[in-house]
């Protein structure tokens, strides 16, 4: 809800986007609100609004401890969030980097909340004024963290946005780079970008054949109990 809108229109965003929440209409899509901060001038009433959109989550900004999961967490509740609705944190300031493992951390308690990481990127080369160029290597340190942070306390992490949106092989590029870096998806800015982000972190038909493979094998009798066997020639755990 009105992250990117100026001020003045802040309110007739928050109610355009709660309307179409609360429409509908998504199919099997997770339906995400983004707030402005709790300690803004809007926070609060943007809160109180998509709590009652009850979307699949809220996504927080600017998490730089593991007490900001908690105050958004105690929030959304006393805004009436149903429970279905988790809280996914964006992580895009120096602190947070530091805090990783602390914020993920937050996870294991269930009144967190806390269910996924979404890099900002954008802010946060901003904030340490680091640059953002071909590669990103100035952020790479920042991302394996952040996912390593993710994998140990058992949390999803989306990458952040790739901003030349009329560049589509950068585009994929960058994507690529996120998936062997271990993200499970990646933010976007423009509806162009959807296809090349499907492809690349979707599962290609070969990985899936050779997953089926896996499991089939793993089933047969002579199998049962073993913790590894041979498939066409590989060892698999």
Not at 97 to 113: K, V
């Amino acid at each position: 809800i009105g992250h990117l809108v100026a001020p003045d229109a802040k309110a007739m965003a928050r109610n355009q986007v709660t309307e179409a929440v609360k429409a509908g209409g998504f199919g099997r899509r997770e339906v995400v609100i983004r707030v402005n901060g709790l300690t803004t001038p809007w926070g609060p009433d943007d809160m109180a609004a998509a709590a009652a959109a009850a979307p699949d989550a809220i996504l927080v900004p600017k998490v730089s401890t593991p007490g900001d999961v908690m105050m958004a967490a105690k929030a959304m509740r006393e805004a009436g969030a149903p429970e279905k609705t988790r809280l996914w944190a964006m992580m895009e300031t120096p602190l947070a980097m530091l805090n990783a493992d602390s914020i993920a951390r937050t996870a294991a308690d269930p009144a967190s909340r806390l269910s996924v990481f979404i890099m900002g990127t954008n802010d946060l080369a901003k904030e340490t004024r680091a640059r953002l160029t071909p590669g990103r290597p100035s952020m790479l340190a920042w991302l394996s963290i952040c996912v390593a942070a993710a994998r140990a306390h058992g949390i999803e992490i989306i990458d952040g946005v790739y901003n030349d949106f009329s560049n589509e092989a950068g585009l994929r590029e960058e994507c690529e780079q996120g998936r062997d870096f271990g993200m499970d998806g990646k933010t976007l800015i423009h509806p162009n970008q959807i296809a090349v982000c499907n492809e690349v972190f979707a599962p290609t038909q070969a990985e899936t054949e050779w997953c089926r493979k896996i499991i089939a094998a793993f089933k047969q009798p002579e199998n049962a109990g073993k913790g590894a066997i041979q498939v066409e020639g590989k060892m698999v755990e």
